[in-house]
């Protein structure tokens, strides 16, 4: 697969799930939307590392790691919303934190860090089409 391609991969792929992130939010959802809100980001930081570093991404799921192993600038704001939002991957998925990450997911909490996912998925994306 050529670069752009695997580039264009990473983002088509990225959008749809963030299609599926707003839906799950809209049927109150809220712990499986922000776990899709962590592919958002994981999918577009991939495609960042694969536009500006190697076509051979890493295969990890850390955010954070994931952006400095592809070089990213970050305010120490943004460091802190990555680290967050890898948890989500980590409290949905695995059955000893799934009962306290649901309880933790209320509308307003989802909804704060799903406008924080919005964010991230905004400027990655401008930096993607620079």
């Known amino acids: 697969m050529k670069k752009s391609d695997l580039i264009k991969y990473w983002i088509d792929s990225s959008d749809r799930d963030f299609t599926t992130m707003e839906h799950l939010f809209e049927k109150e959802d809220y712990q499986w939307s922000l776990f899709i809100g962590h592919l958002v980001i994981e999918k577009l930081l991939k495609a ?33 919303i990555l680290v967050t939002v890898t948890t989500f991957n980590i409290q949905a998925r695995y059955d000893d934190y799934k009962l306290a990450f649901y309880k933790t997911c209320t509308r307003e ?18 930096l993607l089409l620079k």
């Open 109 to 126: 909490y989802t909804e704060k860090w799903i406008n924080e996912i919005k964010g991230l998925r905004k400027w990655i994306k401008e």
């Open 48 to 80: 960042y590392f694969v536009k500006n570093i190697d076509s051979k991404h890493p295969p990890i799921h850390n955010l954070l790691r994931l952006a400095e192993r592809a070089n990213l600038q970050l305010c120490e704001e943004r460091k802190d």
